[in-house]
């Protein structure tokens, strides 16, 4: 079942995920990024997880925070979910009730010699694909999955 935007806005709001595990702990930290379209930083989001699943933890995180009823689209790629994090992103969209775009991510092929690296959940793949272009100042990186990834790299343990 895909979820209408009705429209995508210049500053629509997504959040943009990225992880990182501290050895010392064992445990995995997520950090989410909310921008306004490509030009603004709206709100950071923090979890810790004993992984190496943590979608429950972020799902509840995204739930919990003053930032959900605006965020329209979830962002994730899997380079950025680092030392073995995983999120199934069929299941955050679940039990956030947003849709998911998912770069880098591979499902099996439906009738396909190859998998399509992006996944859309609950979003058409016309529709993520402007939403990408929307919130991505060069290519189809957008800003809130560069900013995750910039605040990971940051917090990451030597």
Known sequence: MSTRLREIKREIRVLGLASWSTP???THETVGVIFRGKHWLDGVLKTSSGGPSITTEVAETIRRS???PQIRVILLHRDLL???A???PHRLSRETGKPVIALGFQEPP???QSPTPPIAVCIDEKTAKRVLKITSR???YPEALRVAGLLAESFKPD
Do not use: A, F, P, V
């Open 138 to 140: 060069t290519g189809l």
């Open 86 to 88: 995983e999120i199934d």
């Open 66 to 68: 003053n930032h959900h």
């Open 82 to 84: 680092n030392d073995g």
């Open 24 to 26: 010392d702990t064992g």
């Open 110 to 112: 439906q009738n396909s």
